[in-house]
């Protein structure tokens, strides 16, 4: 899953929140959809913010435990943060590693590798997880639970992918859920109703 670092007034590298926006994920894709970015950006030039506080900084989770950005990170970097002044990219791995880099498209442009470290001396309020679950199940559709038999899935699919007019999905795995991904729109109902039981 994936967000946008909202920065503190005098810091623009200390992120005081992470805002989601409506996104299909997968466990190796992650898709914003338009109008959810265009309507977080509305929401936050209304609350006073400039772009370099709230649309900066590209926050997303990896599965395992790499956080290296993949070719996909890097297509995605450039070219959604190519014409901004600078940008990061940082990645949460789902081991808990990090990695964040600076790039800077102005003057003779340039990227750096940036430390991660959580700055406690700074003010920051208890978590909510609650408001962290609300938040995610607004914004994040998967096409599947997780714990939703194999097996099924792997029939189900590939009976989907024959009645849309593709060759059948001999096992479900990321290529599987990377099919349903592109295919979403005749997919989802199908998903839904397997996912519910």
């Known amino acids: 899953m994936g967000g946008f670092g909202i920065s503190t007034a005098n810091d623009l590298l200390l992120i005081e929140d992470i805002q989601m926006v409506r996104q299909r994920c997968t466990s190796v894709t992650v898709q914003f959809e338009d109008t959810a970015v265009a309507d977080f950006f509305d929401e936050q030039v209304d609350r006073g913010l400039a772009p370099e506080h709230f649309a900066r900084v590209w926050i997303h ?6 956080p290296a950005p993949s070719c996909v990170d890097e297509e995605t970097f450039l070219r959604s943060f190519g014409r901004s002044d600078w940008a990061v990219m940082f990645i949460v791995a789902q081991g808990g590693q990090t990695s964040a880099r600076l790039r800077f ?4 442009g340039g990227d750096c590798e940036l430390p991660v470290a959580v700055d406690f001396d700074s003010d920051f ?3 909510d997880r609650a408001a962290w679950r609300a938040e995610y199940d607004r914004c994040v559709r998967r096409p599947f639970v ?3 038999e194999p097996l099924l899935l792997t029939d189900a699919v590939s009976g989907l992918a ?3 007019g593709h060759e059948p999905i001999e096992e479900f795995d990321w290529l599987a859920e990377q099919w349903i991904d592109e295919h979403w729109e005749a997919a989802e109902p199908f998903a839904q109703e397997v996912a519910h039981g």
């Open 61 to 66: 989770t990896h599965p395992g435990s790499s």
């Open 105 to 108: 498209n102005v003057g003779p």
């Open 125 to 127: 309020a208890a978590p």
């Open 146 to 148: 997780l714990a939703t």
């Open 162 to 164: 024959e009645a849309l």
